[in-house]
């Protein structure tokens, strides 16, 4: 009976120890207490040593909770005001008296701010953390980040493309400790441009907060870093770069081991699982490369067949486990002369341009669930592409277009105009290499993930600094093709660029009718490159007042409530479904012939259309046949047009 006793005894003490060196977590959602720091105070007056006076429910951010300011003529916009006769017009005078502001350069957020907050909570440690890696992760922050455990610093990061993550492990011990979080979203050092649609009140606007995931991380402190997974169809396998950690003083022995597994199609298919055993010296890292083969069931990813795997791969030692479980497609993304291949077959872009466009909630979604349906609208109308209008995707978005089988161009959160240019060592020069470096660190593993531009239309030494970025890019990862920046048809070209995303070569002549017969042949002659055409479309149409009642988040519709009053003074209220139906009517034969055109252009690699759905600034540029919530809207449609491509289309 003590035998047995004492059996159970050591039986639970070793399940005990391999759990505890099992990935744990704390969610960190919920209520925090929070402060605006107007003055610039908090750090000199220690406000991480004091409990913050106010509220705040992350994720989220400020405005969502009417955190700020209220809307005046004073207010400093981020955007650019491109046209400010609004000030000015004396029969717009009455809207703009407090209390009835109406702003029409773009949708009105319930409060602004521009500036510092404080975030702050406090969390009880586990014992069992001790010895741990603990990570503080904070996904999609607006925009610098400052953190403090109790009333040590722990350091700073500004990114707006991927999480912010602390390593706390030397700065917490078990019990209870106070997390502080400095958030600045004001453009200082580091100007991406004040029309990035990362950062502009154009779009999503320039919001103080944090709307992913907040989590502690509690990890083994030998661990998998990172895993990165190069697709080699020719000869059914696949090079897994693989970089493992030792935070420990001492050495590490261990196994290592990866295999693959399919998961989202009819047919399925299982690697077998290769093994390795690997050596660490204390305090140090090793980087790996295992060769991962797959059999003659080998599923390939597509905008048709996005099969999937899963990739595992599991550390092991006596009281070390570290596992990491990573999305991917076999697929091959390249460039024959003037085309696009997906595994060697060619393929035409069909694309849309996403502005960062979410009236809702101001900030982009960060769930699978709302990016499968801005997918799956988007794929309802012939699309395979979409463009990142100079900003990066949340991981959701990745993971949702991996599904739905999406071929993407994320951009550095960049528009260097209008202030910041590159190429002259402004700091928006490095800060580019350093976003896209964690963008593919973060996403490059997901098929979708095809294309990659710095951002768009800029200004300064272009040529110069562009060429070297995509031959940086072209010579690291040869995972997708690498385009300068996404530029109208005036930009100097960028002769190392593998595609060109361009305008120019685009639109209707407006000085004949509509006919099938011309093409595009002439006007990109000169390329020898895949020509994938800028902003097609931008056919605007009458606002659908009707929409107003949409808007009950953080953004109100002032402007269309502007637009209908202006209609009422000028007695022509009565007359607002006709012009919305008459001007949807127009912009649906505009796109069509359009598409057709590109269409029908022997070497035409692609467009990108302005857009869809409509975008929301640079004084209400209803572009789209949708509106801003990917929702269409009530236009009566003429028989037989065909918005956008048709499945005749496709082949």
Not at 423 to 449: C, H, V, W
Not at 484 to 497: D, E, H, K, Q
Not at 566 to 584: I, R, T, V, Y
Request: some cysteine; charged content about 25%; glycine content about 8%.
């Amino acid at each position: 009976m003590i035998q047995k006793s004492r059996y159970i005894f050591l039986l639970m003490i070793v399940l005990f120890t391999l759990s505890s060196f099992k990935n744990d977590e704390i969610n960190l959602e919920g209520n925090w207490h929070f402060e605006i720091d107007r003055n610039d105070e908090g750090i000199t007056q220690k406000w991480y040593n004091r409990s913050l006076t106010d509220v705040i429910k992350l994720p989220g951010s400020m405005a969502e909770f009417l955190k700020g300011d209220d809307i005046t003529l004073k207010t400093k916009w981020t955007g650019s005001i491109y046209d400010s006769s609004f000030y000015f017009i004396p029969r717009l005078e009455k809207y703009r008296q407090p209390g009835n502001i109406h702003i029409p350069f773009w949708l009105t957020p319930a409060k602004h701010y521009v500036g510092a907050a404080w975030y702050q909570k406090e969390v009880n440690v586990p014992a069992n953390w001790k010895g741990r890696r603990i990570l503080l992760h904070l996904e999609r922050v607006h925009i610098e980040t400052r953190v403090w455990i109790n009333d040590k610093e722990v350091g700073l990061q500004n990114s707006l493309v991927a999480p912010h993550v602390y390593d706390l492990s030397t700065f917490l011990s078990p019990g209870k400790q106070r997390i502080s979080i400095r958030i600045d979203n004001r453009i200082t050092k580091i100007n991406m441009g004040p029309d990035s649609h990362s950062v502009t009140d154009h779009t999503q606007g320039n919001w103080n907060g944090i709307i992913g995931k907040i989590a502690l991380e509690s990890l083994s402190p030998v661990y998998i870093d990172d895993v990165q997974i190069y697709p080699d169809i020719k000869n059914r396998k696949a090079r897994v770069k693989i970089i493992l950690n030792n935070s420990t003083a001492n050495e590490f022995n261990g196994k290592l081991s990866l295999s693959a597994k399919s998961f989202n199609t009819p047919k399925s298919d299982q690697t077998k699982e290769i093994t390795n055993q690997v050596t660490i010296s204390g305090a140090d890292s090793k980087i790996i490369e295992i060769e991962l083969p797959f059999g003659k069931d080998m599923l390939t990813w597509d905008e048709f067949d996005p099969a999937l795997y899963h990739l595992a791969v599991k550390l092991n030692a006596k009281g070390i486990q570290s596992e990491k479980k990573v999305q991917f497609g076999i697929r091959e993304f390249k460039i024959k002369g003037n085309q696009f291949f997906i595994n060697d077959v060619p393929v035409f872009l069909r694309g849309t341009v996403h502005n960062c466009e979410f009236p809702l909630t101001g900030y982009p979604a960060t769930t699978v669930e709302a990016w499968d349906e801005i997918f799956k609208t988007i794929k309802s109308y012939g699309l395979n592409h979409v463009r990142f209008h100079s900003w990066c995707p949340p991981e959701a978005a990745f993971i949702a277009a991996d599904k739905a089988g999406i071929y993407l161009q994320p951009e550095g959160p960049s528009w260097p105009n209008h202030g910041p240019k590159i190429g002259l060592g402004q700091p928006i020069d490095q800060f580019l290499y350093d976003e896209t470096i964690r963008m593919t660190k973060a996403y490059g593993n997901y098929a979708s993930f095809t294309m990659l531009s710095a951002g768009n239309e800029p200004a300064g030494k272009q040529v110069e600094y562009l060429n070297a970025f995509v031959d940086f890019w072209k010579a690291k990862d040869s995972r997708r093709v690498y385009t300068g920046m996404s530029v109208g048809g005036s930009w100097p070209v960028v002769p190392n660029a593998e595609y060109q995303s361009r305008g120019g070569v685009r639109g209707l002549n407006w000085n004949k009718i509509p006919e099938t017969e011309s093409d595009f042949s002439t006007g990109i002659a000169a390329f020898k490159v895949p020509f994938v055409a800028h902003e097609i479309g931008q056919y605007c149409v009458f606002p659908n007042f009707e929409e107003i009642p949409k808007y009950k988040g953080v953004y109100r519709a002032k402007n269309f409530e502007m637009f209908k009053q202006d209609l009422q003074d000028h007695n022509m209220a009565d007359q607002a479904k006709d012009f919305l139906n008459a001007s949807g009517k127009l912009q649906a034969l505009c796109y069509k012939n359009e598409i057709e055109k590109i269409l029908r252009t022997p070497g035409y690699a692609g467009f990108q259309a302005l857009g869809l759905q409509d975008f929301p600034g640079q004084g209400t540029a209803l572009v789209g046949v949708l509106d801003a919530f990917f929702r269409k809207k009530d236009i009566r449609q003429q028989k037989n047009i065909n918005v956008f491509v048709t499945k005749q289309f496709l082949y």
